[in-house]
């Protein structure tokens, strides 16, 4: 059993940087990919960003490519998700997930373990 905690969030004005830990428990991140999804007030959640395991391989939602990098320091058995030219389309509740899987997964209906959330607010 992983069990993610996810912090960092917050609230940041427009044009601003946040970044989002998900930290692991309970066993090791070894062999999970681990991915960031979101929630807005009023929308399904969606996915963001992903990373895998052993190759460090990423994956990026359009609308976050190029403002947003995944990475995760094994070692510490941690994922981060640095935002930065945030907007108020950003604002939402952060996820992260992980699965035992060596290929990235995009799906969030691959994961299996989730965290609580953390939340993120843009002031515009």
């Known amino acids: 059993q992983v069990q993610l905690v996810e912090s960092g969030g917050g609230l940041v004005q427009a044009g601003g940087s946040l970044r989002l830990s998900c930290a692991a428990s309970?066993?090791?991140?070894?062999?999970?990919?681990v991915g960031w999804f979101r929630q807005a007030p009023g929308k399904e959640r969606e996915f963001v960003a992903a990373i895998s395991w052993s190759d460090f391989n990423t994956y990026y939602v359009d609308s976050v490519k190029g403002r947003f990098t995944i990475s995760r320091d094994n070692a510490k058995n941690t994922v981060y998700l640095q935002m930065n030219s945030l907007n108020a389309e950003d604002t939402a509740r952060y996820y992260c997930?992980?699965?035992?899987?060596?290929?990235?997964?995009?799906?969030?209906?691959?994961?299996?373990?989730w965290g609580q959330g953390t939340q993120v607010t843009v002031s515009s």
């Open positions: 309970g066993r090791s991140f070894s062999g999970y990919v």
């Open positions: 997930a992980a699965r035992r899987s060596y290929v990235l997964r995009l799906s969030q209906d691959e994961y299996d373990y």
